[in-house]
């Protein structure tokens, strides 16, 4: 079983800056893609930013330009610095792993939360 561990969630002011750090640990497998996904009011949760395991990343509109995705490939670690953070990038965030145990065999993984509070 992989287990997904977030960390650096904190509050801070408008303008301010937060790092994130994600570790998926314990998989037998390799880990593809990574990302972040924040947790919406409603339950929705949606990409924030993805890497895969080729160094490729993609972000949300709203974050392109602000937020950095990086990757340590061989210890399947990511983590975001989040610049520039708005009032509007506040809720929980949350690290998802993609184990890759066969040619289209794909599992998720999902960590439990980090919380990021932006704040005058």
């Known amino acids: 079983q992989v287990q997904v561990v977030e960390s650096g969630g904190g509050s801070v002011q408008p303008g301010g800056s937060l790092r994130l750090s994600c570790a998926a640990s314990g998989s037998k497998f390799s880990i593809y893609g990574m990302g972040w996904y924040r947790q919406y009011v409603g339950n929705r949760r949606e990409m924030v930013a993805t890497i895969t395991s080729g160094g490729s990343p993609d972000y949300a509109d709203p974050v392109k330009g602000r937020f950095t995705i990086s990757r340590d490939i061989g210890k399947n670690t990511i983590a975001l610095q989040m610049n520039n953070l708005k009032p509007e990038d506040t809720g929980v965030y949350y690290c998802?792993?993609?184990?890759?145990?066969?040619?289209?065999?794909?599992?998720?993984?999902w960590g439990q939360g980090t919380h990021v509070t932006v704040s005058s």
């Open positions: 998802r792993a993609e184990e890759v145990r066969r040619v289209a065999e794909v599992f998720e993984y």
